[in-house]
């Protein structure tokens, strides 16, 4: 389940200290999927991910924690976002540690990994192509 996303340059966030990292000051746009065990994460928001992964523009990096696994990597994210309940899998868009967008479970359970790859590649395209310029 975590090859599922690392194999697309995902990279792990296992500790509060990989998170603050990931998201200094200055760490640009940083996408983070709080990956997790059930079906909609396996069916939907992974392969989603892969497939949004293909556009042309990206965030400056992309990184993940695993709910029930990375307990407090995932706690320190979900202090970063506050406001929003917890939820898992879910992604979370920064700029500069900063949040910008979130995309939520509900949205991920009731679509399918083409229209979720679209929602997160007009964020990308949103957030991240001023970013990058």
Known sequence: MR???TQYG???ARTAEDVNRLLAAASGTVLFVVNSVCGCAAGK???ALGLAMRHSTLPDKVATVFAGADIEAVARLRALLPGVPP???SMALFRD???IWVLHRSTIESSDAETISDILTDAFDQYCATAKQ
């Open 10 to 12: 995902v990279e792990e």
């Open 87 to 89: 939820s898992s899998p």
């Open 45 to 47: 928001a992974r392969p």
């Open 97 to 99: 540690g900063k949040p």
């Open 3 to 5: 090859q599922d996303l």
